[in-house]
């Protein structure tokens, strides 16, 4: 128990090494080598949830026995524990989905997709789990290069997507890596917690002030937030839809984590808010952010297009929960994180299915779809009525809880936002709905389309799509028990200054 | 005070419709009795389950039960109280007629999709109820929410490019009313101390009959408040200028027309300002803000307007249409007046205009099914084709109009008298007005249909008997409760217990029955 921290992101390492080399050897052994240690990480991390679900103490594990401010330290708190076991349950789903996808979509370069695509849960999972700033900076790096790797494997245009993404990946990288440095010659330590100790004396200093604006604005970068999002429409639409569903739905997140984190646990109270207003700054550009992903989603052709517009603006919920500085805004931030990490992972790895199925990608071309495939297009409604918002589904009580934080923040303006941003997503997730549901058959509006080739879906691609449709219920459903297991133990620092 | 049972019946008179929908799905189009069957078997489960509950509301002990948290501090909690199930008799009772009407209309026009369609009216139904049925806020918006969703598929149903335009105008309406709602919702929420370091009190959006809004909030906030809930409840209700959905929904087969938008879904809205009034903000705020005044205005020109222009449809459903936008509004205005009497005849007239409107649009349905006959001025003689429907029709006709010995008399009687209690001769008027105009263009329909005469409608010769007997049973029920109002289902006295809670104040106009 107590190795659960450290245990969590070796485990995975050492799965994409062996898995490289076994991929060497034999195709299927790569896979499975891989499914093991993601399936192996899956179990640490709901066992490390189930401690801190039941009360448990935050688990701290100093690597090599060499205590903090000497040695990394890894933390296996309430809020890495949450993010954590997004990240994994989601990752394991994509995990059993992909195999299908990849050889579809990328034919001949499976052997290499397995080991990034553990390189990536191993970077997300230790960004959530080290305590210190500087390790961060590497998992950050371990996790963005696979990704690199992992989204041009399509080939063609995602590779020139993608390099797009690495060039803008690395000025977010290495503005946060800026603000490490300035906050090291501060204070000169980089453990989180020790860094919180010694910044409140140093809070008026212009370094530390410095360091704070460099590393959000480098996280933000990572986080795409609008306007650094302009990369992640060609990447997400040209990348292989198993990829997509890997990286849409936790890898920025991760980056809005570590925004989190800095404002929780690390900067003292009030630091981004009195000082220099770059709260405010967050939120505001997150505002313009959700409206524009909205409306550029609704004049999408594209399937995954209009998915990659959707999480631009999705991505705005996080920042302007964070923005608000209150404890409602911040819950519905982080279960924004976990909602919006099921229902983009649901709609993605549906467009999967559908372009296994069928071919077809265009949004006009999915008329009809519903008739033949019904359970994948109950899902897709479930996770489109989620993404407007509509309850009981888990994306009614995200903007429920934003809601209220803005209303609490007595942010009128941004209040407005998530009414409109509501409201635009309704136009285009129920447009796809009409069209999905559309029956050639009986409806003198539905045009003939190629008929869909028979075929049934395989077990592994329909099966992670129903439990990540039925999650998305359960999300919704069990919110409080989430809000009171763990998000009110995460944002007890606010509750408290 | 009223006392609080523990009960699963609220929440098994919920389910039970949603099952049902499961089984209509699972059976599906090739073994369409058993399928039907279901339908039968879910309407007089949930109508029977409402119905047990009602001696046990009528003797003050109202059955609750609470599930889950759905946010910190605000419980899924049902509450079944006079108003709720004064709501949940009328529209799980007219459920069972309009199954058995839409099984002849259903098979008579050939429409496709038929499990859908019955699937998606079983759910909308467990909405329905579970709008009367929620304690709070949360789980109010909750239903009302799935509500407005699962209603979609039954206005699409004919597939035309006419109808999903129509659709696309329905979500609009009904999407931008649920945000609206959970908006002022959230407000309501965070007034109540959502944000303070204690958080919610238990219960702290509850449904409290005379109201639970803090009048100590600014002017600015109480009247946000207001206008979001405005826009939720105003769309559903077609409050003008908020209305114009309606009328185009009226696309949807008729059995639809006449169950959810002259019945359930519609009367959620009116439903909505009931319990935003009466029970949420009260009467007292209500009227001492000016949001009471407001409401009545709105309702006030709407109910006239609405007569106005329903005499220039020659389409028949929509001139039942815009005869629904005014009578929600007479069930509005009712409330906006405050007045205990305005709030008795409002309570009243939910129920009495269900029973007339569903009358007439199962005559509309039963005229077109059997003769394909849409337009008012096609129907010359058609009463000696079908004398029973017609008849019906007529019935129905007076009984809107205000003439005594249908329900729509009682009803439009205290919604009178309570404008006179409130001094308001202008909306006494309006009232009076809107009921010759009722006449105008209702009466002549029945005129028509039996002086004058016609080669096509010569020979007695009725729609199915799947159509008849409930457009009959429906129209005796609307005599009935002329006759005898408090017969049913003590609907009366259930309306009399509303504006007790409501208003503090007892009246026991029939005597005390």
Redesign the interface.
């Given at each position: 128990m107590s190795q659960i921290p450290v245990l969590i992101p070796t485990v995975l390492l050492l799965a994409a090494l062996i898995s490289l080399l076994a991929g060497l050897v034999n195709r299927r052994a790569g896979y499975a080598t891989a499914l093991i240690g993601v399936v192996l990480t899956l179990g640490l991390s709901l066992t490390g949830l189930v401690h801190i679900w039941m009360g448990g103490e935050p688990i701290r594990y100093a690597l090599g026995n060499w205590l903090p401010p000497i040695g990394i330290e890894f933390v296996f708190d309430a809020l890495a524990a949450y993010m954590v076991a997004i990240i994994m349950f989601v990752g394991t789903l994509v995990f059993i989905y992909a195999p299908r996808s990849l050889a579809l979509e990328a034919p001949g370069k499976e052997g290499l997709a397995w080991p990034a695509m553990v390189l990536v849960l191993a970077g997300l999972t230790g960004m959530c789990l080290t305590g210190d700033l500087f390790n961060l900076y590497v998992f950050l790096e371990i996790a963005a290069l696979a990704a690199y790797a992992l989204l041009a494997i399509g080939g063609g245009a995602g590779a020139v997507a993608t390099f797009r993404y690495l060039l803008i990946g690395a000025v977010g990288g290495g503005f946060y890596l800026i603000g490490v440095a300035f906050l090291y010659f501060s204070a000169g330590t980089l453990n989180m917690a020790e860094m919180a100790m010694l910044l409140p004396e140093l809070s008026q200093s212009r370094a530390v002030q410095a360091a704070g604006v460099f590393m959000v604005a480098g996280l933000a970068i990572k986080m795409a937030l609008f306007p650094f999002h302009f990369w992640l429409p060609d990447v997400y639409t040209h990348a292989p839809s198993a990829v997509a569903g890997l990286i849409a739905p936790v890898m920025t997140k991760v980056s809005a984590y570590a925004i989190i984190r800095l404002f929780l646990d690390v900067f003292p109270p009030g630091f981004f808010t009195e000082g220099i207003p770059l709260l405010a700054a967050l939120g505001w550009v997150s505002a313009v952010g959700i409206l524009y992903g909205s409306i550029l989603a609704i004049g999408q052709q594209d399937y995954r297009r209009m998915l990659a517009y959707s999480s631009v603006g999705q991505l705005g919920y996080i920042g302007l929960g964070v923005a608000m500085a209150?404890?409602?805004g911040m819950i519905g931030a982080l279960l924004h994180v976990l909602n919006h990490a099921f229902m983009k992972g649901l709609l993605f790895l549906v467009g999967g299915v559908v372009r296994l199925r069928t071919g077809r990608t265009r949004i006009p071309d999915f008329q009809g779809v519903g008739r033949k495939m019904p359970w994948t297009m109950g899902a897709f409604t479930i996770g489109a009525?989620a993404m407007?918002?509509?309850?009981?589904t888990a994306g009614?009580?995200s903007?429920?809880?934003l809601?209220?934080?803005a209303?609490?923040a007595q942010a009128w303006t941004w209040?407005a936002v998530i009414?409109a941003s509501?409201?635009l997503s309704?136009i285009y997730f129920?447009r796809m709905l009409?069209m999905v549901?559309?029956?050639p058959e009986?409806?003198?509006?539905?045009q003939e389309m190629a008929p869909v080739p028979e075929g049934q879906t395989p077990v592994s691609m329909i099966g992670p799509v129903a439990i990540l449709a039925v999650a998305v219920m359960v999300a919704g459903?069990m919110?409080?028990a989430i809000?009171?297991a763990l998000l009110d133990r995460v944002v007890a620092p606010m509750?408290g200054g | 005070m009223p006392d609080f049972i523990q009960s699963w019946a609220p929440l098994l008179a919920i389910l039970v419709s949603a099952l049902g929908a499961v089984a209509i799905v699972a059976t599906g189009e090739k073994r369409r009795n058993l399928r039907e069957t279901w339908t039968i078997i879910a309407a007089v489960a949930k109508f029977g389950l409402v119905l047990s509950m009602l001696p046990s509301v009528l003797a003050g002990n109202y059955p609750e039960v609470k599930l889950?948290?759905?946010?910190?501090g605000i419980e899924l909690a049902l509450r079944v109280d006079p108003a709720g199930i004064l709501f949940a008799l009328s529209a799980s009772f007219l459920w069972i007629l309009t199954s058995f009407y839409a099984f002849g209309y259903m098979r008579g026009t050939n429409e496709?999709?038929q499990t859908r369609f019955f699937a998606m009216l079983a759910v909308c139904l467990s909405a329905t109820i579970g709008i009367c049925f929620s304690a709070n806020l949360l789980t109010f918006?909750?239903f009302y929410?799935?509500l407005s969703?699962a209603t979609?598929?039954l206005v699409?149903h004919?597939?035309?490019?006419k109808?999903?335009r129509i659709?696309?105008q329905y979500?609009v309406y009904a999407?931008?009313a649920?945000?609206?709602l959970?908006?002022g919702i959230?407000?309501v929420?965070?007034a109540q101390g959502?944000?303070s370091?204690e958080g919610l009190a238990a219960g702290a959006l509850d449904f409290t009959g005379g109201g639970f809004l803090s009048p100590d909030l600014s002017m600015g906030m109480l009247w946000t408040i207001f206008i979001c809930f405005f826009i939720g409840f105003g769309v559903k209700a077609g409050v003008m200028p908020l209305h114009s959905w309606l009328p185009n929904a009226m696309i949807a087969p008729t059995p639809v027309s006449a169950l959810l938008h002259a019945v359930a879904v519609v009367k959620a809205g009116v439903f909505g300002f009931v319990r935003l009034v009466g029970y949420t903000f009260g009467p007292d705020l209500t009227g001492a803000m000016g949001a009471a005044a407001m409401l009545a205005a709105f309702a006030g020109v709407t109910i006239l307007l609405a007569s106005a222009i329903a005499m220039t449809k020659d389409d028949l459903k929509a001139r039942l249409a815009y005869s629904t936008v005014g009578h929600l509004s007479y069930i509005v205005l009712g409330v906006a007046l405050l007045a205990p009497h305005a709030i008795l005849g409002a309570a009243f007239h939910m129920v009495t205009h269900a029973a007339m409107k569903i009358t007439l649009f199962f005559c509309a349905g039963a005229i077109y099914v059997h003769t394909h006959k849409k337009k008012v001025s096609q129907l010359d003689g058609i009463g000696r084709q079908m004398p029973l429907t017609l008849f019906a029709f007529g019935v129905g006709a007076v009984g809107l109009a205000g003439v005594p010995l249908v329900g729509g008399f009682v009803s439009k009687w205290y919604l009178a008298q309570g404008a006179i209690d409130a001094g308001s001769v202008v909306f006494l008027v309006f009232l009076l007005l809107s009921g010759l105009l009722n006449a105008a263009y209702l009466l002549p329909i029945v005129v028509r249909a039996f002086f004058r005469s016609s080669p096509e409608h010569t020979r007695f010769d009725e729609a199915s008997p799947l159509m008849v007997v409930p457009i009959v049973v429906t129209m005796l029920l609307a005599i009935l409760l002329g006759v005898w109002p408090d017969g049913i289902f003590r609907f009366f006295t259930l309306s009399e217990m509303i504006v007790e809670s409501v208003t503090g104040t007892a009246i026991t106009a029939l005597g005390g029955s």
């Open positions: 209150n404890p409602l009525l407007v918002g509509i309850p009981p009614f009580f903007k429920w809880y809601l209220l934080g209303a609490d209040f009414i509501s409201l309704a129920f009409e549901w559309r029956n009986t409806d003198a509006a539905a459903i919110n409080v809000v009171s509750a | 889950m948290q759905l946010s910190p496709k999709k918006v909750l929410e799935i969703v979609y598929p699409i004919a597939g035309s490019e109808a999903y659709g696309r979500l999407i931008t649920g945000i609206a959970v908006a959230a407000l929420a965070v959502a944000g370091a």
